[in-house]
């Protein structure tokens, strides 16, 4: 009897002592140490998505969009815009402030007919939202305004 309550007791002592040495072992394998963490960056790049339209109407809520383009500034030029990187060098040169893209008087001889033209840009920019829109008294005006830049040139 005494044999058995030996037996019992070492089996019983040895199955814990397994036990704990396993859960122990598969606890610090769990965690596995700074070493063997794979480097991550401290900070990403800021997005720059956006949306560019041009339409018929006297503004942005109402215009029927006649062209639209996607262009992506980071982490590199892309998007359905014919010309993504000189666009988006554009818009850094600007600081992504669109009216500055618009304020310059028509370099072309355009006649006086009211057929408005709406342009917009929607997304973010660097990371901040960006809303912006302009009507033109025509198609004539809107290619004189932005002829030198090739933002909406699409």
């Known amino acids: 009897m005494r044999y058995i309550l030996n037996t019992a007791a070492a089996t019983a002592t040895a199955t814990a002592l397994l036990l704990t040495g396993t859960a122990a072992a598969s606890a610090a394998q769990a965690q596995p140490t700074q070493a063997a963490q794979p480097a991550q960056a401290k900070s990403l790049y800021s997005p720059s998505a956006l949306v560019l339209t041009i339409g018929k109407g006297e503004d942005a809520a109402t215009a029927t969009v006649e062209r639209a383009v996607t262009l992506n500034c980071a982490p590199r030029p892309s998007g359905t815009h014919p010309m993504p990187a000189a666009a988006c060098m554009e818009l850094l040169f600007v600081e992504g ?7 310059k008087p028509s370099t072309k001889p355009c006649t006086r007919q009211w057929a408005p033209v709406v342009v917009t840009a929607q997304g973010v920019w660097q990371g901040k939202r960006v809303a912006w829109s302009a009507t033109f008294g025509n198609e004539c005006e809107m290619e004189g305004s932005l002829a030198e ?6």
């Open 97 to 103: 402030e669109f009216s500055a893209l618009a304020e």
């Open 149 to 154: 830049g090739t933002v909406f040139a699409f």
